[in-house]
Antibody, heavy 116, light 107 residues
């Protein structure tokens, strides 16, 4: 059973960079693509991107210019950085596994509010 | 991007009812369609993958069907724990997109 736990600041100022980390336990970092998904009342569920343990990352084109996903296999963690945030980026951010075409395991989610 | 729509957006039902939710893709996605259940304050949970395959541990009252652009999720006998919001999601190509959700509540 794979367990994922998001961590990071719950409040980010406009124009700054949002940084979140997902810690993985109970599963091999090489077994999945590791994903970030966000959910906001306005935009619903939105796939941000994913990364393989090798470092190959794929992003939603709508966010690609502002997003970087990285992986640290030694720590069993992967991370999200989103730059130049605005109030529209306020959302619950989830990390999740992606395998065989589906998001099978999810973290509990973390609310990030963009506000000054 | 492939757009996903769901109908209805909400429905009211009783325990024991059979419920069907529809999901439509803006273009053919073969069977690259998943269904999730989400309860308030919780992460989505995978129910059905590849349109009709039941995720391990999910009760058999859940079933999925369809291919191409039209898909359905059926709950054969609604249980109290099934009152939630249901989302479809395609994995045909990136960017993956989700439907807007169908909220199932008590009649």
């Amino acid at each position: 059973q794979v367990h994922l736990q998001e961590s990071g600041p719950g409040l980010v100022k406009p124009s700054e960079t949002l940084s979140l980390t997902c810690t993985v336990s109970g599963g091999s970092i090489s077994s999945y693509y590791w994903s970030w998904i966000r959910q906001s009342p306005g935009a619903g569920l939105e796939w941000i991107g994913y990364i393989y343990y090798s470092g190959s990352a794929y992003y939603n084109p709508s966010l690609q210019s502002r997003v970087t996903i990285s992986v640290d296999t030694s720590k069993n963690q992967f991370s999200l950085r989103m730059s130049s945030v605005t109030a529209a980026d306020t959302a619950v951010f989830y990390c999740a596994t992606y395998k065989a075409g589906a998001f099978g395991y999810w973290g509990q989610g973390t609310l990030v509010t963009v506000s000054s | 991007d492939i757009q996903m729509t769901q109908s209805p957006s909400s429905l009211s039902a009783s325990v024991g009812d059979s419920v069907t939710i529809t999901c439509r893709a803006s273009q053919s996605i073969s069977n690259y369609l998943n269904w999730y259940l989400q309860k308030p304050g919780k992460a989505p949970k995978l129910l059905i993958y590849s349109a009709s395959s039941l995720q391990s541990g999910v009760p058999s009252r859940f079933s999925g069907s369809g291919s191409g652009t039209d898909f359905t999720l059926t709950i054969s006998s609604l249980q109290p724990e099934d009152f939630a919001t249901y989302y479809c999601q395609h994995s045909y190509t990136t960017p993956f997109t989700f439907g807007p959700g169908t909220k199932v509540d008590f009649k």
